[in-house]
């Protein structure tokens, strides 16, 4: 089974421009989680959805906002980019929306802003 | 809040030398504390999930036990494919859903 997917590997963007970031689950689960990662540190939390749903929300500021699709595959988007944005874009997918549930991670989106 | 400590911050080892790494947490309620592995640029890969004090979980070389206070993940033999960055993690109530608070993680080398 595939795991979970991200795109895209990498991205390279400037100041006050917009992104996008896609991210698709393991077959079954239907929780999507949302993580940033600044190098030499551990991720930290932007989101959680479920069953379309907002569920969790980080202390990130509303220039970062998500959804998730009826397949359950999701996409962060963030407006107005600022140098302090430049991280690893973790998207991470568990069976149900229970807090015990393991995450199982992806890849990551490499995001450089300029 | 919800705090996730680890130590030490990096640590080099020779083939065969065994260690341990410590998370310690403060947590209104553990409802899960999980360990991952994470090469550079690639995503934490998950390792184990321990529930309550006294567990224990191994995989290969790697064992995972917990107390009220802390986690600890032993590495017996190490080889230089565990050379990784070693992170913990536990489920925090605030903020809502199923958010995991990271430690910054222990950079292991293990070298021949």
């Known amino acids: 089974d595939a795991g979970v997917t991200q795109s895209p590997t990498h991205l390279i963007k400037t100041r006050g421009q917009h992104v996008t970031l896609r991210c698709s689950p393991i077959s079954g689960h239907k929780s999507v989680s949302w993580y940033q990662q600044v190098l030499g540190q551990g991720p930290q939390f932007i989101f959680q959805?479920?069953?379309?749903?907002?569920?969790g929300r980080g202390n990130f500021p509303d220039r970062f906002s998500a959804r998730q699709f009826p397949n359950y595959s999701s996409e962060l988007n963030v407006n107005a980019l600022l140098l302090g944005d430049s991280a690893l874009y973790l998207c991470a997918s568990s069976s149900r929306r229970h807090i015990q549930e393991t995450q199982y991670f992806g890849p990551g989106t490499r995001l450089l802003v300029l | 809040e919800d705090q996730v400590t680890q130590s030490p911050e990096a640590l080099r080892l020779q083939e065969g030398e065994s260690s341990s790494l410590n998370c310690s947490y403060t947590v209104s309620g553990l409802r899960g504390l999980f360990w991952y592995r994470q090469d550079p640029g690639k995503g934490p890969e998950f390792l184990f999930t321990?529930?309550?004090a006294g567990e224990e979980k191994e995989k290969e070389r790697l064992k995972a036990t917990l107390t009220k206070k802390e986690s600890f993940l032993h590495i017996t033999a190490p080889k230089p494919e565990d050379s990784a960055t070693y992170l913990c993690a536990v489920h925090d109530f605030t903020g809502g859903g199923n958010k995991l608070t990271f430690g910054t993680g222990t950079q292991l080398k293990v070298e021949l």
């Open positions: 959805y479920y069953e379309k749903e907002e569920r």
């Open positions: 321990l529930y309550s």
